[in-house]
């Protein structure tokens, strides 16, 4: 899933919710963030291989840090289409 529009998306603290709101015949879906994407080293790879340079590998890893996204689960399912609005609530002990 991409999303856009969201502030250091990849530095979400954890247990952050991304909820869908209902809209229509949709249900609310609400996604819970664990923790950072962390950079691909086979991505990274592939490139150093396609360059045909080694350093690439360590290079993109380190490059990629902070703008690989985010892992979680799912809290409450929903159906969830393109161009739907995402609200992002903080974890609940940061938001007293």
Not at 67 to 92: C, I, Q, T
Request: glycine share 10%; hydrophobic share 35%; charged share 20%.
């Amino acid at each position: 899933m991409a999303l856009s529009g969201i502030s250091n998306f990849s530095q979400l603290p954890p247990t952050s919710r991304l909820v869908f709101p209902s809209s229509g015949k949709n249900t609310q879906a609400i996604l819970t963030v664990w923790e950072e994407n962390g950079p691909c080293g086979t991505a990274g790879k592939r490139l150093a291989d396609h360059r045909e340079n080694p350093d690439l590998t360590r290079e993109f890893r380190a490059k990629a840090k902070g703008k690989r996204g985010v892992m979680g689960f799912v809290l409450s399912n929903g159906l969830v289409s393109l161009g739907d609005e995402v609200l992002v609530y903080p974890p609940a002990h940061l938001s007293a």
